[in-house]
């Protein structure tokens, strides 16, 4: 086991690394860090409303005024003590004031610290309200799944007119919460029963057979801690698989399309290239010496000469060529340069000029171009270069990079819960 030697904390760190990944686990880790401490007494929370008793409850079952007592809301924070090896909490009531923190104390001491739950309801109050069904409930809900046990009390009885009226409120509780056990219970008359001597009213306030029956479920803390704390682990461990199973399928889908997009782009611009090699070989076939390559005189400059016809021939067939290719990075995005490329001339931003330039007038340069192997390797290799610094590649590309780190994350986050399990607190 991993234990706190006093200067680290073991658990923080192991948790972030979850939290991190399942933010939505805070509150059970928060619990597992409750179940690590090694030796910690069973914890008894008295939950209900003000006013019903709860402290006075709490003085009873310990034999000691050491919670306060008053007819007003007094219990406002998380008051404990601890007796007889049990740690026993006093929270604020259900209708505390959540403007204070007083609901947040409620919910530590609940849901968090409590080992065992005293439900409390006042006999005299009658039917459970909306709140206390709803808590119960949940409470009731929770033992079945981590077998912290929840005791109904039904306080101050002393209260009812006679055991007719007591009986028709506990079977109306009853009937709220099919299969509940009641316990009722009178602290008036423990008291009455200690400070006299009366064993016959003390029997009859309940507080011993509460008392016994709180033993037998204290005894029972340390077995349904363990299986809480599996269980919890268990959990977060089934919700990190299936993150790391998602997150993986996520990252080779990924990977896959921007596999599929490059080839895609790599086998189209191909196939272009080929039909712009087959289009350009009538141009490219010239019988004798090339028009193209006679030069113009100044005599020439305003004439339509043959060198001048075969050069707009050629440029014709470039143009045809460019319009090829453009059409084909236009379908794959690949239309503007990257910003750090740019520049104040706007129409000559585009991944044609880059690599093309403006035209072509000579049958040697078209043929090097598009027809010979380095030069078409050349040109292929530049519109791959410019296709990967595309828009819509590069977010693909922060896409995947987020899909790895995602996976990377939730993979730590496993390892930490598989340290977790060890870990033991002072």
């Known amino acids: 086991m991993q234990k706190n030697t006093g200067y680290s904390d073991p658990f923080a760190p ?15 880790l ?3 860090r409750v179940l690590a401490q090694r030796a910690a007494p069973a914890t008894v929370t008295v939950v209900g409303k003000y006013n019903h008793g709860k402290s006075r409850l ?11 007592v008053a007819d007003r809301r007094e219990t406002v924070r998380l008051s404990e003590h601890r007796h007889a090896d049990v740690r026993w909490l006093d929270a604020p009531g259900l209708d505390a004031d959540v403007a204070e923190q007083d609901d947040s104390h409620a919910q530590e001491a609940t849901w968090l610290q409590a080992d065992i739950r005293l ?14 069904r709803a808590l119960l409930q949940a409470l009731r809900d929770d033992q079945q799944r981590t077998r912290r046990q929840t005791l109904f009390v039904l306080t101050q009885v002393d209260q009812m007119a006679d055991e007719a009226q007591l009986e028709r409120v506990s079977n109306a509780i009853a009937a709220q919460a099919p299969g509940l056990t009641l316990h009722p219970v009178s602290s008036t008359r423990h008291r009455s029963g200690i400070e006299g001597g009366k064993k016959l009213l ?17 005894a029972q803390v340390p077995a349904a801690r363990r299986h809480e704390r599996a269980l919890l682990l268990d959990e977060i461990d089934q919700q990190l698989q299936h993150q790391q199973r998602s997150a993986q399928t996520q990252l080779q889908a990924l990977r896959q399309q921007q596999h599929q997009q490059r080839q895609d782009f790599e086998q189209g611009l191909e196939a272009v290239l080929d039909k712009v090699h087959q289009d350009l070989l009538p141009v490219l076939e010239v019988e004798g010496d090339d028009p193209a390559l006679v ?3 100044a005599a020439d400059e305003f004439k339509l000469t043959a060198g001048k016809r075969e050069r707009a021939r050629i440029h014709v067939a470039y143009s045809r060529a460019c319009i090829a290719i453009r059409a084909h990075l236009i379908k794959h995005g690949v239309e503007g340069l990257p910003a750090d490329q740019r520049t104040s001339v706007t129409s000559l931003d585009t ?9 072509i007038k000579y049958r040697a340069d078209l043929r090097r171009r598009f027809c010979e192997p380095v030069g078409r390797g050349q040109m292929t290799q530049s519109f791959l270069h410019y296709y990967e610094l595309s828009e819509d590649r590069q977010a693909l590309v922060q896409a995947v990079a987020h899909a790895d780190a995602e996976l990377h994350a939730v993979t730590r986050a496993a390892d930490a819960l598989e340290q977790l399990r060890a870990v033991e607190l002072a």
């Open 119 to 132: 439900f409390v309801h006042a006999a005299k109050e009658g039917e459970l309200d909306a709140a206390e």
């Open 202 to 218: 003390l029997e009859k306030s309940g507080i011993p057979a509460l008392q016994a029956w709180l033993r037998d479920v204290t």
């Open 30 to 32: 928060a619990r597992l």
């Open 351 to 359: 991944v044609m000029v880059a690599v093309m330039g403006i035209s």
């Open 295 to 297: 030069p113009d005189t």
């Open 14 to 28: 192991l948790a972030s690394e979850i939290l991190a990944v399942a933010p939505g686990r805070a509150h059970d």
């Open 58 to 68: 709490l003085n009873e079952l310990m034999g000691s005024d050491v919670f306060a």
